[in-house]
């Protein structure tokens, strides 16, 4: 069974390979921003959870009917989103230091919620047949020990800078994260016990998808 990652980033894909699962990889093209300023047009301020599920859908969605390397899709898309909410506040890809710095300089020493989006779509024989999704969480406490420099030098790495919530657990972050409760995989960008039972509940084996 082929897996189609409706996303750009490397995390995930890293992620997806680390358990065995070597996904096609597709541009969504989807304008975050857009998307989220239309649904809350029409329905208020979204919190983290429903905002990460639609973007989630709408990556998925978005693929649909494609074809990669002039072959139509042919297996199961996967659509993913993340961001980062802390005292009722959501933080999404930071882009700029002056940003990042600010947020870090506010979390160190305290506990925020990470919620991850997943949107799987039954794509077998080159047309959508079912969808289904689920929205992942996990808690996140900081180091209450860390330095303003350490945190200006994690910011001149430029990897905090296009991360939800302006850090990472899996790479040159993890050692300023103090606890993480729920799946770590969350965290990374996507669940792999939700995708699991995403995939499952599509009537599929896990393991269909090892290469």
């Known amino acids: 069974m082929r897996l189609y990652l409706a996303s750009t980033s490397p995390a995930r894909l890293a992620l997806l390979r680390s358990a065995g699962v070597e996904p096609l990889t597709i541009s969504p093209g989807v304008d975050e921003p857009a998307t989220v300023a239309a649904a809350e047009a029409q329905q208020g301020p979204l919190a983290a959870a429903p905002m990460v599920q639609l973007l989630a859908?709408?990556?998925?969605?978005?693929v649909v009917g494609r074809s990669v390397g002039g072959e139509p899709i042919?297996?199961?898309?996967l659509g993913g989103d993340s961001a980062f909410d802390i005292d009722g506040v959501i933080h999404g890809k930071p882009h700029e230091a002056s940003v990042a710095r600010e947020r870090w300089h506010a979390q160190r020493g305290r506990t925020g919620v990470l919620h991850s989006g997943h949107w799987l779509i039954d794509h077998t024989g080159g047309r959508a047949r079912a969808a289904t999704g689920a929205v992942a969480e996990a808690s996140v406490t900081f180091a209450d020990d860390i330095e303003d420099g350490e945190i200006d030098a994690y910011i001149a790495t430029g990897e905090p800078l296009e991360v939800a919530g302006a850090f990472t657990i899996d790479s040159l972050g993890g050692p300023f994260i103090a606890r993480v409760d729920g799946d770590p995989s969350t965290v990374v960008g996507m669940s792999l016990s939700t995708l699991r039972s995403l995939v499952k509940r599509l009537g599929y084996e896990w393991t269909e998808l090892w290469g």
């Not at 859908?57 to 978005?62: C, I, P, T």
């Not at 042919?74 to 898309?77: A, F, S, V």
């Open 57 to 62: 859908r709408a990556k998925a969605e978005a």
């Open 74 to 77: 042919d297996g199961l898309i």
